[in-house]
């Protein structure tokens, strides 16, 4: 037998959880009729959510085996959700797919034909197109894998996403890298492996909101470009070297003023601006390497990624506990 885990981080899902149980559990009774071989579980993650997702996660769990689930002490973000289903997943196979339905079910069957011979090692989605999206949230998107993919080793696929059925093997590899600060879409990539990428066009979310910003996501893609590459550093050197250029040119036109024609040394304003412009730059430099700084301080605490707050088992042994007595 083979043991398909689906990991799900959910964050204020109570709109969609009952919902989206009802599509996987669907999809995956078909699959298993296709398939006699394949078994499987769902392991729901809670990342401190505000509203009932963690009661729904109860109500599964007490009518279905299959469901586990893990919940934080408080809002850990999707990177950590993700972290904690693969490192708690006991599947020969692990799935991992938002809870909000953008990530259609209905693509399982197709995702576990390109892996079950071992032809490939991963099979994702990537999106063909970014309809539904506003145009400078596009743009800004585009932009984002342009820059990356100059700067970085790692190769970014624009469009991919974090619906991937992968086998044991690569889930391991992923588990390898306990980084602190994680950008999955990097670490997928990192990892390498062979990938299977299948097109797909947006959906919209089955219901509730999306809990990314504008500013979120902005912040977000510049973690992504410190965690996969070090070219910001080195923009420190090159404007570094463009001024010294820029300040011997003018000192050897100064002279030439001053010597050969006589011109009075002159220019209060044109210093100030100078001033400030170069003390402008160092603070920016200085700010890169700061940030730099400040993720390298962070990785050396080797602070846990999550911290779980109850598991299926500690629910279910309390509640034959309760029903002992
Ligand atoms: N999510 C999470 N923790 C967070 C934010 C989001 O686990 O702090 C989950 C969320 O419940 C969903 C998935 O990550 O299953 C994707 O989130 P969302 O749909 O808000 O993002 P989008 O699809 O707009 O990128
Ligand atoms: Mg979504």
């Known amino acids: 037998m083979k043991l398909v885990s689906v990991v799900v981080p959910c964050y204020n899902e109570e709109d969609v959880l009952h919902m989206f149980y009802e599509e996987i559990t669907k999809v995956t009774g078909e699959m298993a009729k296709e398939h006699p071989e394949l078994e499987f579980e769902y392991l729901f993650i809670n990342d401190g959510s505000k509203d009932k997702t963690l009661e729904i996660f109860h109500e599964l769990a007490d009518k279905d085996d299959r469901v586990r689930f893990i919940s934080f002490s408080r809002n850990f973000g999707k990177e950590s959700g993700m972290y904690a289903g693969l490192k708690n997943a006991k599947g020969d196979y692990v799935v991992v797919m ?29 999106r063909v197109n970014r309809k539904g999206e506003s145009k400078v949230r596009s743009w800004f998107a585009m932009k984002f894998y342009k820059i990356m993919n100059k700067i970085s080793q790692t190769e970014i696929v624009d469009g991919a996403q974090d619906f991937r059925f992968m086998t044991r093997q690569m889930v391991d590899a992923i588990l390898e890298m306990s980084e602190y600060n994680r950008f999955s879409k990097g670490i997928f990539s990192w990892v390498g492996f062979k990938v299977k990428y299948l097109p797909y066009e947006n959906v919209e979310r089955a219901a509730g909101t999306t809990s990314w910003s504008f500013w979120g996501l902005f912040k977000y893609s510049l973690e992504g470009i410190m965690a996969f590459s070090t070219a910001p550093l080195a923009i420190a050197s090159m404007l570094g070297i463009i001024s010294c250029a820029i300040a011997f040119i003018l000192m050897i036109v ?27 730059l160092q603070l920016f430099c200085t700010g890169i390497l700061g940030q730099y700084l400040a993720k390298t301080y962070l990785e050396t605490k080797h602070r846990p990624i999550y911290i779980a707050s109850e598991t299926e088992e500690l629910y279910r042994s309390k509640k034959a506990d309760a029903e002992k007595k």
């Open 98 to 126: 938002d809870a909000d339905l953008q990530h259609p079910p209905s693509f399982l069957p197709q995702m576990y034909n390109f892996v079950k011979d071992g032809e490939y090692d991963c099979a994702t989605t990537r």
């Open 254 to 280: 100064t002279i030439v003023k001053t010597i050969i024609f006589g011109d009075p040394v002159a220019g209060y304003p044109t210093t100030i601006c100078v001033i400030f412009l170069l003390s402008g």
